[in-house]
């Protein structure tokens, strides 16, 4: 089958080069890459989504700031 994609130049570049050092030809060098990707994608396990416990409560303490590590620190020290 002939479709039409549209490549990186840098990586059609690399692509042609491995290819031709693989004496092989461009079409049988993506065959091959796709192929792989696909059979990895089918043998990756599969990921549940991550669940994050809550509590109920009142929220933050009084001058506690998350975006600040530091005063997290100094916080939780004292």
Do not use: W
């Not at 692509?15 to 990707?37: I, N, P």
């Not at 009142?58 to 100094?74: C, E, I, K, Q, W």
């Amino acid at each position: 089958m002939r479709t039409t994609v549209r490549l990186d130049p840098h990586l059609l570049a690399e692509a042609k080069k491995r290819a031709a050092a693989s004496d092989t030809t461009l079409t049988a060098l993506l065959e091959q890459a796709l192929r792989e990707l696909l059979a990895r994608r089918e043998l990756a396990p599969k990921v549940r989504p991550l669940r994050l416990k809550t509590f109920k409560g009142n929220g933050l303490r009084d001058g506690v700031d998350l975006d600040d590590s530091a005063a997290l620190r100094d916080l939780m020290d004292s």
